[in-house]
């Protein structure tokens, strides 16, 4: 067992490690640790937050001239990363870039991928289609990409299903959602980015229903179905969802957008999906939010843990929307009612509405654009989420792609609290665990300890941790520990900073001098009982990861993400994480907070890939228990007849 001071590199505001630091004094010190921490993550966000609107990539800024981008050109913006960091370039080469390719993610072979869209479970296959640029590894020239899977981890790519040939999308098969009619065909919404860039939704349909591979797609004659109506911008309008039904029979959709900078939802009503009435009110709308893109609506039970078909209704369920915020590129949701008569939706807590910045969010980390289903073949709803780049777009052009999509994930309402969604990967990722390896560890303040599990950067990691009651109750008796309210994982300074009771957890992606690495870490507050947290739970917890030191690499933007995760009584804090390459995704507490991270280290990489164990606590100590699996590698490739196990068309 090696020692933090040794391993974990030293910050100005981090205590040596030994016993001594333990006194009164070292605490006496701890809230003027906590200013400089919360002061520099301050600078850090401001930074951060500067280079996002300055060099959003959409609206660079070059000295005197301003370029637009295509994509903000055409109302939407599809990559924020910094142009500055971009003049610090690493010299990226092609033996560093084809590691960061992801062997279980899905992702084209090449070139821009973003949003998902229809997903949808036919005739034995899910098929998924995607936000795609055929011809380029930015955004542009959007079609939508097609591929069809068994057990939604191994993949076909099949032939474009849509592409920009009309009037009405000529710059852009833009997102949109599948609706299954009660005579089991499929009637698919989209948006056109027409060719004077208005956004409009057009109907599309499969030609052959009796194949069960969708290969070809035909466009409603008298697209489009939906034009922007008064008083709505014309690059506001955008991103059908699923039909579900009202109670008179009707199918009812809403689309995302903003007045002003009133994020709203449009609701319209159908029978045929071609001629559409339209409400005069909104199904929700929040203030301050802008523009709202890729809406999703759907109920959850409250009581099971199963998922439900878009039209259920009822005393059992609870409503989810969930919008992209355009201008901060965050997924949020929010718990509510719904009300068919007069197509609204409350939501159950307002200080957490849609789209505020203190309110839920699918995932901490890069997570954009979402899109659940209903899963009839298992009676499951999935999410799905465009998980993009956080390097440079000059290092995605040199790889030759960009952006992956998240691991598929169930998601229910915790019928514990009810007052979070909890998210997990698909059980059949379970099918790629190789060998494992359990561990049961007990880890000292300070300390650092490497996992030996072989290369690590295929792994899937379940891990419980418990803190020594003892150092719970001393922490809890010594008033000069001090309550850190205002502990943040994205502005408290990252893993190095260390508390009486954290952080701790996973150092992944790490090479062996942890020059680089990523921590995925609990960090535990004696904290004011959060509204989300067990009614008589003393502490707070955090769920985070730090990205700071994931790369030597200058041009990637490193956050620390994370967020309050609800522990309840009687639990114990676990986490699960899956390291696929330049990706980490993890769900903290069977999934009330998750963090996916794009990551993309120089040097631990291939078989310099390490993974460690830290407890970087002051106080406490820690026991983890976990057990880690070599994850496989996904078949995703383009389709022929013989994987399909049909007659070739051709
Ligand atoms: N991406 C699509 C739009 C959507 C945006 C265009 C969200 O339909 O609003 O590629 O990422």
């Known amino acids: 067992m090696a020692s933090t001071e040794s391993l974990l590199p030293l910050t100005s505001q981090q205590d040596p490690l030994s016993r001594s630091d333990l006194n009164s004094e070292t605490r006496r010190r701890r809230p003027i640790k906590l200013h400089l921490a919360v002061y520099s993550g301050f600078l850090l966000i401001a930074l951060y937050v500067t280079l996002i609107v300055t060099h959003d990539g959409s609206r660079v800024k070059n000295d005197e001239t301003t370029t637009e981008s295509r994509a903000y050109l055409a109302g939407v913006s599809e990559k924020r990363v910094s142009n500055d960091r971009e003049n610090e370039a690493f010299p990226w080469n092609n033996t560093i870039l084809s590691w960061q ?47 069809v899977s068994k057990d939604l981890i191994h993949w076909l790519y099949l032939p474009f299903a849509l592409v920009p040939d009309q009037w009405y999308d000529a710059n852009g098969v833009w997102t949109g959602s599948a609706t299954f009619l009660d005579d089991g065909s499929i009637v698919m919404l989209y948006t056109g980015s027409t060719d004077k860039f208005v956004q409009v939704q057009n109907l599309a349909y499969p030609e052959d229903l009796s194949d069960p591979l969708l290969l070809k797609w035909t466009k409603y004659p008298g697209n489009p179905v939906l034009v922007p109506p008064p008083g709505i911008g014309e690059k506001d309008f955008r991103d059908p969802t699923t039909a579900w039904k009202t109670s008179a029979g009707k199918w009812r959709i809403t689309i995302g957008s903003k007045v002003n900078k009133t994020g709203i939802s449009l609701i319209y009503d159908t ?33 099971k843990t199963k998922g439900l078909d878009t039209s259920v209704n009822g005393r059992d369920v609870k409503h989810i ?24 939706w409350v939501p159950d807590n307002p200080a957490i509405d849609v789209g505020v910045s203190t309110g839920l969010r699918y995932d901490y980390g890069k997570y954009y654009a979402s899109k659940t289903f209903y899963d009839q073949n298992k009676g499951r709803r999935i999410l799905w989420g465009w998980i993009g780049e956080s390097d440079s777009e000059a290092a995605d052009v040199q790889k030759g792609w960009s952006s992956v999509q998240g691991i598929p994930r169930t998601v229910v309402l915790d019928t514990k609290t009810k007052k979070t969604l909890v998210q997990w990967p698909i059980k059949e990722i379970e099918s790629l665990r190789l060998t494992s390896k359990k561990f049961h560890m007990k880890v000292e303040p300070g300390t650092v300890v490497p996992v030996e599990v072989g290369p690590a950067a295929q792994l899937d990691i379940e891990a419980e941790f418990t803190i020594k009651k003892s150092d719970v109750d001393i922490i809890f008796g010594d008033d000069s520990v001090d309550t ?17 009771l954290g952080p701790f957890g996973f150092s992944v992606l790490a090479d062996q001098s942890l020059s680089e690495q990523t ?115 996904a078949f995703i490739h383009p389709f022929s007849a013989d994987d399909l196990g049909v007659p070739s068309r051709t």
Not at 333 to 344: E, H, K, L, P
Not at 484 to 500: L, N, P, Q
Not at 572 to 577: G, V
Request: overall charge neutral.
């Open 271 to 303: 029978t045929d999906f071609k001629t559409y009435e339209k409400h005069d009110t909104w199904l929700h709308q929040v203030p301050n939010t802008g523009m709202w893109e890729c809406v999703d609506f759907y109920p959850v039970s409250k009581t």
């Open 321 to 344: 929307v969930k919008a992209s915020m355009d201008d901060t590129r965050i997924d949020h949701y929010a718990i509510g009612t719904y009300y068919d008569s007069n197509a609204t």
């Open 101 to 147: 390719r992801t062997a279980f993610h899905f992702q084209p072979e090449k070139n821009w991928m973003n949003d998902p869209n229809g997903p949808l479970y036919y005739k034995g296959w899910y098929h998924f289609f995607y936000q795609y640029n055929p011809n380029a590894a930015v955004w542009g020239d959007i079609v939508w990409g097609h591929a």
């Open 484 to 500: 850190d309210k205002e502990f943040s994982c994205e502005t408290s300074g990252g893993s190095t900073v260390r508390g009486a």
């Open 519 to 633: 921590p995925v870490y609990f960090y535990v507050t004696k904290g004011k009982d959060s509204k989300l947290s067990g009614k008589d739970s003393k502490l707070s917890t955090f769920f985070c990861t730090d990205t700071s030191r994931s790369t030597k690499a200058n041009d990637v933007v490193k956050p620390v993400y994370g967020s309050f995760v609800p522990v309840l009584k009687g639990e114990k804090l676990t986490m699960r994480i899956i390291i696929d390459h330049s990706i980490v995704e993890a769900f903290g507490q069977g999934g009330r907070t998750c963090i996916s991270s794009r990551v993309y280290p120089t040097n631990a990489i291939y078989g310099a890939t390490k993974l460690y164990l830290f407890n970087n606590a002051i106080d406490a100590t820690v026991t983890a228990s976990f057990k880690v699996w070599q994850m496989n590698s």
